[in-house]
Nanobody, 125 residues
Framework: QLELVESGGGSVQAGGSLRLSCAAS????????IGWFRQVPGKKREGVSC????????NYADSVKGRFTISRDNAKKKVYLQMNGLKPEDTAVYYCAAGRGETELPPVEELYDYWGQGIQVTVSS
């Protein structure tokens, strides 16, 4: 069973940057498309971005396009989410998730088989 662990979260002021990492263990990561989701209390989990198995293609939520960049290093079994120009509305718990598929997956939770425990990102104004 694939295990995913997020790191790199924390607190930052608006306009700042953070880079989240998602590390995989127990199984090769390159069998899976990897996505990032986020959730604030009382709201449904929202898909942020997903990258294909090879890393050649990705999708982004409209709310983060032009500010966030997803990438992966399959040799290191890691996926990254570079977040620039952060806004207070980006505050959430961020999760990485793995789903089977050659290409990037839509932001639908049911398509993802494995999830990390989540990490807090807080952006202050």
């Amino acid at each position: 069973q694939l295990e995913l662990v997020e790191s790199g979260g924390g607190s930052v002021q608006a306009g700042g940057s953070l880079r989240l990492s998602c590390a995989a263990s127990r199984f090769p990561m390159d069998y899976y498309a990897i996505g990032w989701f986020r959730q604030v209390p009382g709201k449904k989990r929202e898909g942020v971005s997903c990258i294909s198995r090879s890393g050649d293609s990705a999708n982004y939520a409209d709310s983060v396009k032009g500010r966030f960049t997803i990438s992966r290093d399959n040799a290191k079994k890691k996926v990254y989410l570079q977040m620039n120009g952060l806004k207070p509305e980006d505050t959430a718990v961020y999760y990485c998730a793995a789903g089977r598929g050659e290409t990037e997956l839509p932001p639908v939770e049911e398509l993802y088989d494995y999830w990390g425990q989540g990490i807090q990102v807080t952006v202050s104004s």
